[in-house]
């Protein structure tokens, strides 16, 4: 098998750095890390013996000229607020693979729209592979696994918001996050969901009850219950610290973030406010349902930081598509195309704090 050159646009962000380092230990893969600026793509791919390019995604002729001898795209690129698809659209053309870890609605659909070009030109594109909804949807996928009928589906997550390595684009990022309706799936259909929090325990580095309030929901939990038949999924989120999560949407919805001036300055603010605090960041699914007429639970948990378990979920997937094992050309969310048994396999290999306990109740 020749090596695979896999492009990272956003290569050397907080995000982009991790995926960058994994994948410059596979032996099969030359990642090429990639940006607007020459200095930083450079200096990281000296230091991880790799390739490197400069790309500006928001101009066609730049993205062209970056895919030469491009096999695999994994995009850590923060859609601009027009949501251009400039990348996938030219990956769809090329037959090129693309992976992305936005978990931005509007972008996410323009990608599945891709979906005929894609599969036309032989193009595997697989959207929305962060930790949320990257993660949750891939283990929800994999619940038909173990249930015969799955009644619930429960995500929690907790954001540390790791502060020293936010810029003012991601700040700007999660503004749009914070702008999307919190939704939950109930009755063959998605409904505003009640704006009362719900009591969790989270076990370490927490081992304590957080409240957390329904979040909003994104393209890739709107399409799963087409893919994995629950009658109720509700998506939770919290911050670590309460106070800083406070501070957080506040900040956002007072429009602090809407310019990146602004966002600077308040992230200088959340800054000297998150001193301190503690930087890990929880994930679990509690999912309910019967097998064998028996009524079951299973709950997932994993601990670790928030940029972590995002570039890992397209470092998989990446790995997966290099080697051969996903094969069905088009535009998909995760739970749609990866083999989630294998998926979950790599992700306890790569030495994640995960817990998959299924239990009668
Ligand atoms: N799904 C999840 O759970 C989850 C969690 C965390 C983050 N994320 C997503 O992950 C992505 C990266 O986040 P991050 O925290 O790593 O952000 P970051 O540190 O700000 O990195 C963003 C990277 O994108 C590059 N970039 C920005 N505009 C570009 C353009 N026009 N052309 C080419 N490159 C450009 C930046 O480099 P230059 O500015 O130098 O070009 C930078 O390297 C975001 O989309 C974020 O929303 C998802």
């Not at 390595?165 to 939950?184: D, E, F, K, N, S």
């Amino acid at each position: 098998m020749g090596k695979k050159q896999v492009l990272i646009p956003g290569g050397y962000g907080a995000v982009g750095t991790i995926i960058s380092t994994l994948l410059s230990k596979n032996d099969h893969i030359i990642p090429v890390v990639a940006g607007r600026n020459e200095d930083q793509a450079k200096q990281l791919a000296q230091d991880l013996n790799c390739k490197w390019t400069t790309i500006d995604l928001e101009k066609s002729e730049s993205i062209e000229h970056a895919l030469n001898n491009i096999d695999i795209v994994i995009s850590c690129y923060i859609p601009s607020s027009d949501f251009n698809t400039f990348l996938p659209d030219i990956c769809a053309e090329s037959g090129i693979h693309y992976l992305d870890v936005a978990a931005f609605n509007q972008f996410n659909e323009k990608v599945m729209d891709l979906n005929e070009k894609a599969a036309l030109n032989g193009a595997i594109l697989i959207t929305a592979l962060g930790l949320f909804p990257g993660i949750p949807g891939l283990i929800l996928g994999s619940n038909t696994d173990f249930f015969d009928k799955i009644d619930s589906a429960d995500i929690f997550f907790t954001s540390g918001g790791n502060m020293d390595t936010l810029t003012p684009l991601a700040l700007q990022g999660i503004g749009h996050m914070m702008g999307v309706m919190p939704m939950q799936w109930e009755n063959e259909s998605w409904i505003k969901a009640p704006a009362k929090g719900r009591k969790e325990y989270v076990s370490e580095p927490f081992n304590k009850q957080i409240t957390f309030y329904p979040y909003m929901v994104t393209h890739d939990l709107v399409e799963l219950p087409k893919i994995v038949k629950t009658d109720k999924i509700v998506m939770w989120s919290m911050s670590e610290s309460f106070f800083l999560g406070m501070v957080l949407l506040m900040g956002i919805k007072m429009g602090l973030a809407k310019t990146i001036k602004r966002a600077e300055k308040f992230l200088s603010v959340l800054r000297f406010l998150g001193k301190k605090k503690h930087r890990d960041y929880s994930l679990k699914i509690v999912s309910r349902g019967e097998k064998e007429n028996l009524p079951y639970e299973r709950v997932v948990e994993m601990n670790e930081t928030e940029e972590f378990l995002t570039a890992i979920v397209p470092t998989i997937i990446c790995e997966q598509i290099a080697k051969g094992d996903i094969s069905r050309v088009g535009a998909y969310i995760g739970a749609g195309v990866v083999d989630i048994q294998k998926f979950i396999v790599s992700l306890k290999k790569a030495g994640i704090n995960y817990k998959d306990i299924i239990k009668k109740i």
